[in-house]
């Protein structure tokens, strides 16, 4: 396994565990539900996508039948996405009671984690239709069975009784 794709699933699971956290703070303290974006967030942006980069950059290339296009991409998007939702998730917070300087904070956070999603577009993007050569080779593979199709029946030999 990359190692980014068992940074994304841990990444993923940190989310979840801090996302229930304030979920269960908010349940327990209402004046908190402040904090319900953050508590969102955590969960569908960090849990759910995350999990999605992850188990996506380890299943498509398998089903695809192509090698990942780039896993340099892929690294860096791990590093765009993670610290993008944690500078998200100190703007979202701090944009309930400092709504200036937690809105600058959410717009870096979210640039970067917009940056992460439109690198994972493009790598699976190219992952799915494979390499120029790979897409050679699966057209030469095709080529030959239509020729082997055409190609006449030898004549096999006749019995004589
Ligand atoms: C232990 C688990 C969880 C607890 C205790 C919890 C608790 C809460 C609380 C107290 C709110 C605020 C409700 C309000 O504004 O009055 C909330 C909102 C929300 N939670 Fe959770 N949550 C949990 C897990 C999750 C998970 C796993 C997800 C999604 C995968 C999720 C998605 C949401 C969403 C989307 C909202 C916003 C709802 C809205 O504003 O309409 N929560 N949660
Ligand atoms: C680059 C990534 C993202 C950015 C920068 C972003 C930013 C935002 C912002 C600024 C809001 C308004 C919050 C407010 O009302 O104060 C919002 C709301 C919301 N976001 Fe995101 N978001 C992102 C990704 C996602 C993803 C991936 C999901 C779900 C899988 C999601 C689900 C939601 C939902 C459901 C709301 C409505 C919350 C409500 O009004 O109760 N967001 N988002």
Redesign the pocket.
Known sequence: MEWFVKAFLKASLAS?AL??????A??AH?PW?IH??A??HL??LG??TMMIYGVGYHVVPRFAGHALHSARAAGWHWWSSTVGLAFMIVGFMLRAVLPTSGTWILVAGGSLSAIGAYLFVYVIWRTVDGSPAAQAAVARARESANAARRAPLPNLPVSSR
């Open positions: 979840l996302g229930v956290s304030l979920g269960l908010m349940a209402p539900t319900r974006v508590h969102m969960v569908l849990f759910v």
